[in-house]
T-cell receptor
Framework: EAGVAQSPRYKIIEKRQSVAFWCNPI?????LYWYQQILGQGPKLLIQ????????DSQLPKDRFSAERLKGVDSTLKIQPAKLEDSAVYLC???????????????FGPGTRLTVL | GENVEQHPSTLSVQEGDSAVIKCTYS??????FPWYKQELGKGPQLIID?????GEKKDQRIAVTLNKTAKHFSLHITETQPEDSAVYFC???????????FGAGTRLFVKA
């Protein structure tokens, strides 16, 4: 079974530039998560999708961050404009949890390491 | 807001010894408690989990205990091996993965 795919793996940008991250979840997984992991900290949930609908975006800085999940499968996370404090690893995870299943196990991708200069 | 506290932040043990990592959560509605292992350059990987209707769960050298009254849960690794060296995270959430909150992590070093 293929795991969660993310790209790019690394990205370096100047502050005030824009950046986008892509995630392809495990096939059949209804729920998709984006996390921000700052060095030395635990992952922090930014947004959670169930199919193509947002179920929790309470910690997403909506003035600069946006995310969408196309057709309930792939997802993109965008930052515009980036700030120095956005330097972190952005992790995507997926799970089977949804209307037909309450399975909670989240499977994580390798992450995208963003450096903002 | 709700949070999960994790201790210790760093733990160093000799190969073969046991390691214990403790977490405390604040949201009494949390009912699912997974533990993840994260190796350098990789995403977290689930190693064991426990639900609120169970007090203890064991899988080979790894066990997790939950005290709902005190809102504490702990990870126990016995007979540690060098390959157990990694960062371990606890988390608390509702059923379905809602409101997932992670602890700050414990860096475990197992010395050969």
């Amino acid at each position: 079974e293929a795991g969660v795919a993310q790209s790019p793996r690394y990205k370096i940008i100047e502050k005030r530039q824009s950046v986008a991250f892509w995630c392809n979840p495990i096939s059949g997984h209804a729920t998709l998560y984006w996390y921000q992991q700052i060095l030395g900290q635990g992952p922090k949930l930014l947004i959670q999708f169930q199919n193509n609908g947002v179920v929790d975006d309470s910690q997403l800085p909506k003035d600069r961050f946006s995310a969408e999940r196309l057709k309930g499968v792939d997802s993109t996370l965008k930052i515009q404009p980036a700030k120095l404090e956005d330097s972190a690893v952005y992790l995507c995870a997926s799970s089977m949890a949804g209307e037909a299943s309450s399975t909670d196990t989240q499977y994580f991708g390798p992450g995208t390491r963003l450096t903002v200069l | 807001g709700e949070n999960v506290e994790q201790h210790p932040s760093t733990l160093s043990v000799q190969e073969g010894d046991s390691a214990v990592i403790k977490c405390t959560y604040s949201d009494s509605a949390s009912n699912y408690f997974p533990w993840y292992k994260q190796e350098l350059g990789k995403g977290p990987q689930l190693i064991i989990d426990i639900r609120s209707n169970v007090g203890e769960k064991k899988d080979q050298r790894i066990a997790v205990t939950l005290n709902k009254t005190a809102k504490h849960f702990s990870l126990h690794i016995t007979e540690t091996q060098p390959e157990d060296s990694a960062v371990y995270f606890c988390a608390a959430s509702y059923t379905g993965g809602f409101k997932t909150i992670f602890g700050a992590g414990t860096r475990l070093f197992v010395k050969a």
